[in-house]
Every structure is written in C-alpha cells, then in structure tokens.
C-alpha cells in the first residue's frame, strides 16, 4: 500500500499483490478501491480545508472521447465533503439518444431515395409516352422501322395525291414541278427530313414557301403553307411540324405543293425521292 499527502487530503492505494492477499485471507477484509476525499491520519477532520480541492476536481471537464457517463448519488452515505460517492455506478446516457438520431437520419435518407425513386418512375413514364407518341406519328407518316434509324417520312399523314410531277395543264406555265397533296386548310404538315430552315416567306406562284436544305444539298420546298411554324437559320427534325396547309399563291384548293430539288437546283420527282429513302406516297 502507498500512500500520498496532499495538503489535508491523503489518497491511498492497493497494489495487486495487497488485494490478492487480502481477498484470500480467512479474516481480511475485502479489498478496498482507492479512496479519494479521507483526511490524513496527522490532519484534523476539517471540511473548510477539504472543500477547495474537492471544488477544483469537480471543475474538471467531462471526457469526449465517449459517450457521457452519469454517476448516480448515494444518499445513504455522506462525509460532509459534498455528495457522497460511494456507491456510485457509470450509466451511459448518450447512446439511446444516438440510436434515435442514426434512425432519423436513416429514416430520412430512405425517404428522399422513395421520392427519387418517384421521380425516376414518372420521368421513365412520360418518356415512354412520348416514344410511343413518335412511334404513332412516324407510322401515320409512313414509317415503320425503327424510330431511332428514321431519316425521311411523308409531309402529311393524312392526304390525297392529286397533280403529279410533270403534270402538263393551263395552271401552270411550264410542267408541273412537284408533287401535290390534298388535305384540309389548317392540316399540320412535317419535315420529310432533318434540315435546316434556308428561307420563310411569299414567292408569289407559290404562296407561302419554306425552303429546308438537308446536308447533301438537296432543297425541299413546302408551297401554298396557311403558315409557317419555322424561322430561317432554325434546324428541324425529320417528322416535325413545320407549317399548315393552305391555299396561297396559285392554288385551286387547300394542298401541300411538295418541290424537290438536287444540289444542281433542277427540280426531280418527289415521289422517287421519298422511295428512294424508304417511303412511298
């Protein structure tokens, strides 16, 4: 056993071999844990000398390094140094306020990736229903294959042929140079193919014309249009609307005037230049 003095107050210890001895001897008392607070054998008993250094180890921060113990109070055994601490126990108390946190949190993270999910669910839905409304509209336009290989359709999905290329008559003043399809004024008409918008506006004979140029250099002109829903310079995707059908210029009845041009700007069959890309009128 040693013992160390500090001013009024002498803390003593129990080395292992002591407590050995005295847990396995007949008559000796059970070993005794460090005792912090008991006066020296030579000081008087005097808890105003005791108090200062009981209130600087009271003073003494918490350990952070865990979770925060309480110590219980023992009312039933007191010095006269302050509140006993004998009999006292270490309780954690963080840890039941730690588990209901992680669980908010978890909680919370497992909503937020139900809202994604969500989300997700109605974006993969709306896209679906728009695939499937391309998929019908390249079909009325008389396309069948694959909607993502598409590269020409018909101007209109709903017509009726009526003058064809190279029609002769007193409506023109030379042969007919395109391909006419009859509908209703205000019929939605679409781009045959991907092509940029070259020119929008009134060429007298023909009415109302846009003129779309496709990377090869071939010119489509679209005639006689109630309107254009285009603006030069814009680029259009094939199968998009792009006008309405109409009556303007030289026209006996509401009709797409559909004009094919090669890179050398001489007008040729419509009708060939749309099979040869997949679709027949």
């Known amino acids: 056993m040693s013992v160390v003095a500090l001013g009024a107050l002498t803390v003593r210890s129990v080395t292992a071999t002591e407590a050995a001895h005295a847990a396995y001897a007949d008559d000796a008392p059970a070993p005794r844990a460090p005792v912090l607070g008991t006066p020296a054998p030579s000081a008087s008993h005097d808890p105003a000398e005791a108090a200062p250094v009981l209130d600087v180890l009271d003073a003494l921060p918490p350990a952070t390094d865990g979770p925060v113990l ?4 023992d009312s ?7 509140p006993s601490r004998a009999g006292s126990r270490l309780v954690p108390v963080t840890a039941p306020v730690a588990d209901r946190a992680t669980a908010r949190l978890l909680d919370r993270r497992v909503a937020a990736r139900r809202r994604a999910l969500a989300t997700l669910e ?6 679906s229903r728009v695939l499937a409304d391309r998929s019908a509209t390249l079909t009325e336009l008389g396309y069948s294959g694959d909607p993502s290989a598409v590269s020409v359709v018909l101007p209109l999905g709903s017509y009726r042929l009526s003058a064809s290329f190279g029609a002769a008559g007193d409506l023109w003043a ?3 140079t395109g391909q006419d ?4 004024s205000g019929t939605p008409l679409h781009a045959v193919a991907e092509a ?10 023909y009415g109302l014309r846009t003129v779309f140029g496709v990377p090869d250099g071939t010119q489509i002109w ?8 285009v603006a030069p310079g814009e680029t259009v995707e094939v199968a998009e609307t792009v006008g309405l059908v109409g009556s303007t210029g030289n026209s006996t009845g509401p009709h797409l005037h559909l004009e094919v041009r090669n890179p050398a700007g001489v007008p040729v069959d419509p009708s060939d230049w749309l099979a040869a890309h997949g679709v027949t009128p």
């Open 70 to 73: 309480s110590a219980p109070q």
């Open 76 to 82: 039933s055994a007191h010095d006269g140094l302050g």
């Open 222 to 229: 679209y005639c006689h249009q109630l309107t254009a829903l």
């Open 174 to 176: 030379r042969d007919h």
């Open 122 to 127: 109605r974006q993969a839905a709306a896209w």
């Open 181 to 184: 399809f009859g509908a209703a």
């Open 196 to 205: 940029e918008v070259l020119s929008v506006g009134d060429a007298g004979a």
